[in-house]
């Protein structure tokens, strides 16, 4: 009888449990009463970091930016001239008349969220995100609040000039909601 009644296994746990409570007590119930562990917030089967991507793992969106492009008023888009960059990417100096741009988010219809977007920067210059931009909130050395609306269509950010003794670098856009955390959890 004792053999066959350890072999059902709903007895076989209720006899362990009671081992278990016996010489464990309070800690067994501290240890069934811990709340469960978070779950990953990053997926897998995601695309690499591209603008043209519809995911967004990311809350600072220059991890989705291109290369800068040259653009220049009169030409067509890129058609800019070389642009002299940093060890970093980013436009050491911009010559008269030429902004460079990158697209952050440009697949058509991608449904970005409009809101305010803290923008953190090196060095002086001018940034600009084009028609995207409702509204300039806070624009102050190396920090820029704006308010972008997603139903404007793609977004890209242009730097418009740059001091070439302390030029425009070490860019992050952040998603609205994000600024305390961006940098712990990007």
Not at 153 to 180: K, Q
């Amino acid at each position: 009888m004792r053999k066959r009644l350890l072999r059902s296994p709903v007895l076989l746990l209720i006899v362990i449990l009671t081992i278990a409570a016996a010489f464990l007590g309070p800690e067994l119930l501290d240890l069934l009463n811990q709340p469960s562990r978070p779950r990953p917030r990053l997926g897998i089967n995601l695309a690499g970091p591209a603008d043209w991507n519809t995911e967004l793992p990311f809350v600072d969106l220059m991890r989705f930016s291109r290369a800068w492009t040259s653009q220049m008023r009169g030409k067509p888009f890129g058609s800019g001239p070389d642009l002299e960059l940093d060890e970093n990417g980013y436009p050491s100096r911009l010559p008269e008349g030429v902004w460079a741009e990158s697209p952050l988010i440009s697949l058509e219809g991608h449904p970005w969220t409009s809101g305010n977007y803290t923008v953190i920067y090196k060095g002086r210059g001018t940034l600009s995100f084009g028609a995207s931009t409702t509204a300039t909130l806070e624009d102050s050395p190396g920090r820029m609040v704006v308010t972008l609306d997603s139903s404007k269509g793609n977004l890209h950010l242009s730097i418009l000039a740059t001091d070439p003794s302390d030029h425009i670098r070490d860019i992050h856009v952040i998603m609205p909601g994000f600024e305390e955390f961006w940098e712990k959890d990007p």
